[in-house]
């Protein structure tokens, strides 16, 4: 059943971020080709955040407390479900594969995984900044062999008491302090600019 959920959410996830993306940066299209690109990246946020969090509160959590089935971070081999950390990085690869040129990840200043580390100057002072102001997403112009992309760095919140225990007590944690409503890092959206 969990396949079920998780199939629904990303096909959810794909719908709604091909178009408003497609629409954007299209420069022949109509009214919402003038949507300035943080417009569009809040936009972007706001269904990822929402597919997130759904997933985590109302799929994630009460199957784990009534047992039904586990969450791993081996989801695929012991028939599991994907944390929600891969649960996003699940839907962002099926979004790229719309060839709209969305991408969308979570880092952090205490990855359980090194890959989730910033990488870039650019991430490495959107996460400074979001964990300074949690309410204010850093943004900016990107340049790269690809062209021109738009990126900004949300702040990425505790949401779960589910999602804070596992990061407290994980194994690779950094960090075992978090609280709910704290930032625990913070998601990067990019998108290519006309």
């Known amino acids: 059943m969990h396949r079920v959920f998780s199939r629904i959410a990303i096909m959810a996830t794909i719908t709604a971020l091909a178009v408003p993306i497609a629409s954007a940066v299209d420069n022949n299209?109509?009214?919402?080709?003038?949507?300035p690109p943080k417009v569009v990246a809040d936009f972007l946020?706001?269904?990822?955040?929402?597919?997130r969090n759904f997933y985590t509160i109302h799929i994630v959590n009460p199957l784990l407390q009534e047992g039904i089935v586990d969450v791993s971070e081996d989801w695929r081999?012991?028939?599991a479900l994907p944390l929600p950390v891969q649960f996003l990085q699940e839907t962002s690869a099926m979004a790229e594969l719309t060839n709209v040129g969305v991408h969308y990840h979570l880092i952090s200043q205490?990855?359980?995984?090194?890959?989730?580390?910033p990488v870039t100057e650019f991430e490495r002072r959107g996460l400074e900044?979001?964990?300074?102001?949690?309410?204010?997403?850093y943004s900016g112009t990107l340049e790269?062999?690809?062209?021109?992309?738009?990126?900004t760095v949300y702040a990425d919140l505790a949401v779960t008491r589910v999602c804070i225990d596992c990061h407290n007590t994980h194994r690779n944690s950094p960090r075992s302090d978090f609280n709910v409503g704290d930032v625990m890092g913070g998601l990067v959206i990019s998108f290519p600019l006309p």
Do not use: E, L, Y
Not at 45 to 51: D, G, K, L, N, T
Not at 110 to 117: H, L, Q, V, Y
Not at 144 to 151: A, I, L, Q, V
């Open 45 to 51: 946020h706001a269904v990822i955040m929402a597919h």
């Open 29 to 35: 299209a109509r009214g919402p080709a003038s949507t």
């Open 77 to 79: 081999a012991k028939n």
């Open 144 to 151: 790269g062999s690809s062209g021109r992309r738009f990126g």
């Open 110 to 117: 205490w990855p359980i995984n090194k890959a989730n580390a």
């Open 129 to 137: 900044a979001v964990q300074a102001h949690p309410t204010q997403p």
